[in-house]
């Protein structure tokens, strides 16, 4: 564990001399008309230009005039062959004056990114952008904390799931333990019930409009034509299944064939699961979306095997089953535990170094203070589980002499006492990670 702690600090420290400019949340290239543009007569259309392919989302871009009216005649569509440049009509016949256009895009990665430019008809004052934006334009402060607060009790529901490794590699007995089944039909409830959770927040978490507006159908409806909400229905399937499967899967009784094609089913769709939160974060808007993704989803996928297991062992320390050793179980899960470590280690700065926009980022903005905790955080639970390798050994290697059941009771106990506070260090880490989803690299 010490080496593993020592390659922690060589990553961060890569991390600190090599973090390199990312990609952001989408933004306007350019505008027709500019911002604070005059004109002598009132144009055909607005158009914008982005800087990323998000597709047409309805609703996105609307003209008023000095009194709020709605001066657009919709709907918002693509007026030639640039896939990044959006439009919509203006009535005819505007009288002079000036006019504000309000956009709010959704990016890549599900967050929305929303602003206003102006422009005159005329030779009447301009009323600039700046000046006229609506407290609407902002998101729900209630939204955005239920909407964090979702995203993190479906890291743990992912979690949950991932100790469907630790049972089928570690521990058999726990195939009809009915504790260990329930952590992972808790898991799997966990994820299909924040999908839907997250499917009818994101209108009003996009729109900028309260909790009130979780039912609206115009909502649900923009939010199944976009990207996220496609993954999220495809999140909701495959987890479905995965629940389906699971009382199969852990059949003592199953045979050898049977259990082998459950387990690849399990792998599928598991991994369904894990691509539709790499592919709705921040990794998508790296211009080398691959990398970034695949990074994700070994990052996200280690975790869970390894907080996943820590579950699960900590459910067996606490009442074993008559006459288990969960010692040698333990010995199992820590080689396990090991490669999952080196894999969140390395995939994580990866990660960190396609997403910080700048180093002076990672302690000037609140997304890279989270990332140093999320650093810190995980430091700390290496440190932890070096004690609980240390009780493994020492239980392991105990030689018969007398005394050595009361040795061992003890390492069995700060095993115990090490494996809870891994798990509670865990739930931090999953805090700070639903927290980086939901926070811009810039900000």
Not at 211 to 226: H, I
Request: glycine share 8%.
């Amino acid at each position: 564990m010490k080496r593993a702690l020592a390659l922690l600090a060589f990553l961060l420290g890569w991390l600190v001399l090599g973090a390199v400019p990312a990609s952001a949340h989408v933004e306007i290239v350019s505008s027709a008309p500019g911002d604070g543009a005059r004109l002598s007569a009132a144009p055909p259309l607005v158009s914008v230009t982005l800087s990323e392919n998000i597709g047409i989302q309805p609703g996105s871009i609307k003209v008023v005039d000095l009194a709020g009216t709605q001066v657009d005649t919709g709907p918002v569509f693509q007026p030639g062959d640039v896939a990044e440049q959006l439009a919509v009509r203006l009535k005819p016949g505007l009288p002079d004056g000036s006019y504000l256009v309000e956009y709010a895009f959704v990016s890549a990665d599900s967050h929305p990114v929303r602003g206003t430019f102006a422009f005159v008809v005329g030779t009447g004052p301009l009323v600039t952008s700046a000046g006229a934006v609506s407290a609407s334009t902002g998101t729900d402060a209630a939204v955005d904390a239920v909407s964090t607060g979702v995203r993190w009790l479906a890291y743990l529901g992912v979690v949950l799931l991932g100790g469907l490794a630790f049972v089928v590699l570690c521990r058999p007995a726990a195939r009809t333990d009915p504790r260990a089944q329930r952590l992972l039909r808790w898991g799997a409830g966990l994820v299909a019930a924040t999908a839907v959770a997250a499917f009818v927040l994101q209108g009003p978490y996009a729109a900028g409009r309260n909790l009130e507006a979780v039912f609206d159908t115009g909502l649900l409806s923009d939010t199944l034509r976009v990207a996220y909400g496609k993954l999220l229905l495809l999140r909701l399937a495959a987890v479905a299944v995965l629940a389906l499967l699971l009382p199969r899967l852990l059949r003592p009784d199953l045979p050898e064939r049977l259990r082998s094609r459950r387990e690849n089913l399990a792998m599928v769709t598991g991994f369904l699961v894990l691509l539709t939160f790499s592919a709705t974060g921040h990794p998508v808007t790296d211009p080398i979306m691959f990398v970034s993704v695949s990074a994700d989803l070994v990052h996200f996928g280690a975790i869970a095997v390894w907080a996943g297991g820590l579950a699960q062992l900590a459910l067996g320390l606490h009442r074993p089953a008559p006459g288990e050793d969960l010692v040698p179980v333990a010995a199992r899960f820590s080689r396990i535990a090991a490669g999952a470590v080196t894999a969140i280690a390395l995939s994580g700065v990866v990660l960190a170094l396609r997403i910080m926009p700048s180093l002076p980022a990672l302690w000037t903005t609140r997304f890279g203070l989270l990332v140093l905790l999320k650093i810190a955080g995980f430091a700390v639970l290496l440190a932890v589980a070096s004690r609980s390798r240390r009780a493994v050994r020492r239980s392991l290697t105990a030689a018969p002499a007398e005394g050595t059941t009361m040795t061992v009771t003890a390492d069995l106990r700060r095993l115990r006492q090490a494996v809870a506070m891994e798990v509670l260090l865990s739930v931090v880490v999953l805090a700070l990670a639903a927290l980086l989803t939901v926070t811009p690299p810039a900000g």
